[in-house]
């Protein structure tokens, strides 16, 4: 959905090498007017950034919107814990899915939907080691096997 009309800002491509990605939830975020010229210009990094929920609601910490040049005394703090917009129910969702062991809620994705920022956030599972192992053997395979039949269709 994102892909199809949104304007991508950034990625957490460490998420998922890191976690199993079980759900997504798509959110809004409360930002102040500077720093959505910021997202705008493309400043923003979520890759060490986390959620949390707390007293029923759900906020971001970590993720770094770089302040506007032209903003002087409107700009905000870059690393400030932001508010993310969603309903009651998807909410009490996740409270009830992270009191389970070894799951957790990340930012996958920062976009554009229109004029409003969204943020794509996902209820993950953290992989062992040897999940993480499995994973860069197959894109290994993966990448070998496209090279060789590149190879191969260059020769004919």
């Known amino acids: 959905m994102a892909k199809a009309n949104g304007k ?29 010229k910021s997202l705008r210009m493309g ?3 979520i890759k060490e950034s986390f959620i949390r929920i707390e007293n029923g609601e ?4 970590g993720m770094h ?9 409107f700009n905000k703090d870059p690393l400030r814990v932001r508010k993310l917009l969603m309903h009651k129910s998807e909410i009490n969702k996740l409270i ?16 554009f939907k229109g004029s409003l920022v969204k943020v794509e956030i996902g209820l993950a599972k ?3 080691l040897y999940d993480k192992r499995q994973d860069i053997a197959k894109k290994d395979q ?15």
Do not use: W
Not at 26 to 31: H, N, Q, R
Not at 58 to 61: A, E, L, N, P, R
Not at 65 to 73: D, F, L, R, T, V
């Open 126 to 128: 953290g992989k062992k």
């Open 96 to 111: 009830g899915k992270t009191k389970e062991k070894g799951m957790a809620i990340v930012p996958l994705k920062v976009y």
């Open 8 to 36: 991508m800002i950034a990625n957490n491509k460490k998420a998922y090498h890191d976690y199993f990605i079980l759900e997504n939830f798509e959110t809004g975020i409360a930002l102040h007017g500077t720093e959505v």
């Open 43 to 45: 400043k923003c990094s």
């Open 65 to 73: 919107i770089s302040p506007y040049e032209k903003g002087n005394i």
């Open 142 to 156: 993966k990448r070998e096997a496209q090279r060789d039949f590149k190879v191969r269709n260059l020769r004919v």
């Open 58 to 61: 759900v906020f971001i910490y």
